[in-house]
């Protein structure tokens, strides 16, 4: 049995969204529970929109709600009473396996790692998005949780990213590449040139050296190891520049007649192209190396990504990555 | 009278293309002169398929070529008979105003700054492309130049991409936005957190503060800064995820018979509006900060490109972009 804390109170569509992809992952999978933590007749009016098994869905009543722009650490000290530290503290206190939040990213790094805490022998914990490719996924880590990383760090990262690409998404001996500003070894600054020997001798991966940006689309690693501001770089540019492109694409179909006929016709295979390339049906992001799981999925998320996010919970569950990152990596 | 060195030599489709760019631009303005730079007897092949003014090409012999490959420093230094290095040596010694090159971006990097140098008080010459946004063009700088920057190179990037915006793009006024992680002033890496009060306190610039990599195609500043690690990634995925999206469209519209009617519908409005999302109009990247003009075109540039990239050197030089930079950052 498989209990997931999930933030009713944070994302852009909160409580609703959040609520029917809730409702929809227990239709799914009969064998999870699910709190809903938040503000107990906000939820409870959304939960009455539905046909569920009451005994999978829980409300648990959390008064407080955490802002996307409060300072993260401020907030999690305070608000003691708001969705995501209740819902933390479920994961600390072994009341669930994991929290699930469309909420401030800040807030859920720092709950996550204060409250929660890490797995000894885990120096940082990445925050790592699935990317997609023209191939499939690729997981991006770090992309967000720690600035100003050090290569042991990276090193971490790449040993998490493997466990999960290979146990969650099913990528057997996945491909482990260091962001670089070129192919060769001697390419690189200073934590680049300091972190590619540190992969190199790690007997537990599948080092395959440096990646050019321009190759992630093409799925040319499975691990896209960086430190986290050039993961934040490549994940929002990813997003700008797919949005204004499909944008583009869109408003030149649209720009006379003739090609608004040829939209009608094209678009429903073109949809299913792109669908590919859409990241929100991979769930949400994972912060990796802590004692539960915390997943932070994006801020627009709607059903499908709430539904996608609980579902990949039940996986990485399931999968027992937390043990096998233990195993790996856990100085306990 | 604009005299520009082309190498003949550098670049995929070297020297077929360069040639026929060089003779597109000369034909285009009657008052520069070229200097194609490369193996004599190969570049007057490719000069005989054309019809132009023979006052405006003369051929400059180099034997030697260097390979994309090859270790920059060391060929730079050795050899002295390539047409990088010969070319370079005419801009050193007055015979030209600037360079154009498609080949390797080390070898221009190096002998920009080796051969031709640093105008005094310019601690760092930046790599300088332009990039397209929804709406037009922003410039990225630096790019490639120099890994593991201090904040004072950030500002002089701030600085020169200002210049140039203003008078050879012709942006007035251009908004100059750093690179970040977040929106807001505390967010960042050490890098970003130190140089943020320094371009805001600097006179010259419009600074508008942090920029995330997601606005950066909508055109969200002018002059985005950043260290030339994160910017190679920037222009790297840039590319990558055009290509890979662009592809994917593509593959889409042609998945049956009914999408394959509608693409040929479609194509004119789109091929229209995609034009404009084209990196290749706006000619090479500049290395600014040279004492005379250097500009890497990608290394897959034809004659469009190369015809673009000489006469952006006309509009620097007629502009007198390296005497604004001087007057502005200059010690002597």
Redesign the interface.
Known sequence: MIRIAVDAMGGDYAPGEMVAGAVDAANDRPDIRIALVGRQEEVLAELSKFTYNKEQIEVVNATEVIATEEPPVNAIRKKKDSSMVVALNMVKNGEADAFVSAGSSGAILVGGQVIVGRIKGVERPPLAPLIP??KGVSILIDC?AN??ARPSHLVQFAQMGSIYMEHVVGIKNPRVAI?N?GAEEEK???L?KETFPLLKACPDINFIGSI???????GGADVIVCE???G??????????????????K???M??L??K??????????K???K??DASQYGGAPLLGLKGLVVKTHGNSKRLEVHNSIIQCVTFKEQQINEKIRASLGTE
Request: net charge neutral; hydrophobic share 50%.
């Open positions: 490719t023209e967000g600035v100003d962001v500003i690189g600054n200073a680049v050019e940006a321009r190759e992630i689309p093409h986290a501001f050039v934040n770089v490549i994940l929002k540019l990813y997003e700008g520049v797919g949005a204004t492109l499909l944008g583009m694409v408003k030149g179909m720009s006379d003739r090609s006929i040829g939209a009608l016709l094209v678009k429903p295979a073109l299913r192209t792109l590919s390339f």
